[in-house]
């Protein structure tokens, strides 16, 4: 609710922010300089130094004499009221992303964390709350590279699954089980978000398809899954419009397909699912060097 | 002054602001929900009792210049407030100058 006292002064807006996101033209507009910076930060690897006149998606941020928050504005729509400038980034950072890979056409999107470990490329399909940040920041620790975390980007027609440098948004757990800080940057000085200072510096194919969920009631377990049955996990973690769901399922049942190995991996002891998942991916890497 | 002219919501109703900027108010006397879209919940937010109707309209109004219709909609939604019984009235003392 707004906490109104007195009329506020409106500060001029600098130059609007231009990112590319999975061929997508994002322009976000009316910030000031600090929060521009801020959101910047937070979305550095995609921004661009495109002119603002043409945008897919275009996010403008007003602020009115009486009102004492920001009022996001989309394609001409009012979208959000926001109070708070934490707020207020964090949820541009999601929006613009999110906004982004709705209307993507050369990517399927997946709710899911991909990283590479030798010549295996893991992708890692489960719902939230089932550990793929924490997982893969402490397969980071160890010498994997990750293509994305919480998302993850499916080329069209090749199939590899693209780095996708977007912030990581951790929890005071996860964060906690973080030993080698400097791995990591924190952008935007904003609380819960960091970013690998390292990622898989090529797309590629994903050769291990894995099923994770967190089941506290039994102890860290990998089991093999069927093609089929991957490619159904794989499918009912895309993410997109009816439309999308369509190609969702042809990108699913090629990339199970086509994966050396499938499998579901209870994720309960951190340490145990770690191991497990080192030994699937270094069996998928022999596989692929033999 | 009544509330139609200075809007202010009534402090026992519940607001549920949700991830896409929509919001769900709660009415714990009526035992109603009431969902509003962005907009509503942006004019919700101005309904303080500091704030005049006319200052409210032109406001929002003003975010969205190319959109006219924009402020009929808040002085519909405005009076939905009112009819709902989601408002109080306020004293004329107690806003701004």
Known sequence: ?290 | MLHEDFPRRRPDVETHVLPDGTCLLFDPLALQGHALSAVGALVWDYCDGTVSRAEITNEVGSLLPEVPQLRDEVIQLLDRFASDGLLVAVSGESRRA
């Open chain 1, 1 to 290: 609710m707004l906490a109104r006292s007195t009329p506020q002064t409106v500060s001029p807006a600098c130059q609007p922010l231009s990112v590319q996101i999975a061929g997508v033209a994002v322009v976000i507009e009316g910030l000031s300089l600090e929060l521009r910076q801020r959101l910047c930060e937070l979305l550095r690897p995609f921004v661009t130094a495109c002119s603002d006149e043409y945008a897919d998606v275009r996010f403008e941020v007003k602020r009115v004499p009486k009102h004492t928050g920001w009022i996001i504005v989309q394609n001409g729509e009012v979208r959000q009221s926001i109070q708070d400038a934490e707020k207020l980034l964090s949820y541009l950072e999601w929006c613009v992303v999110a906004q982004a890979l709705e209307v993507t056409s050369t990517h399927a999107v997946f709710h899911a964390a991909a990283l590479t470990y030798g010549d295996a490329t893991v992708v890692l399909a489960a719902e939230s709350g089932a550990g793929k940040t924490t997982l893969t920041t402490s397969l980071i620790l160890r010498g994997w590279l990750p293509l994305a975390d919480d998302i993850s980007l499916v080329r069209l027609p090749t199939l590899e699954v693209q780095p996708f440098p977007r912030c990581f948004h951790t929890d005071d757990f996860t964060s906690s089980n973080i030993t080698t800080p400097s791995l990591f940057e924190r952008p935007g000085a904003l609380a819960g978000y960091m970013r690998p200072h390292t990622w898989a510096p090529t797309p590629s194919r994903p050769t291990c398809i894995i099923r994770l969920e967190r089941d506290t009631h039994s102890d860290s377990a990998a089991y093999p899954l069927t093609r089929a049955e991957a490619a159904g996990y794989l499918f009912a973690a895309s993410i997109g419009n009816l439309a999308r769901r369509a190609s969702a399922v042809r990108v699913a049942v090629a990339v199970a397909t086509s994966a050396q190995s499938c499998w579901h991996v209870n994720n309960n002891r951190l340490s145990e699912t770690v191991g497990l998942l080192e030994q699937i991916a270094a069996t998928a890497s022999a596989d692929a060097t033999g």
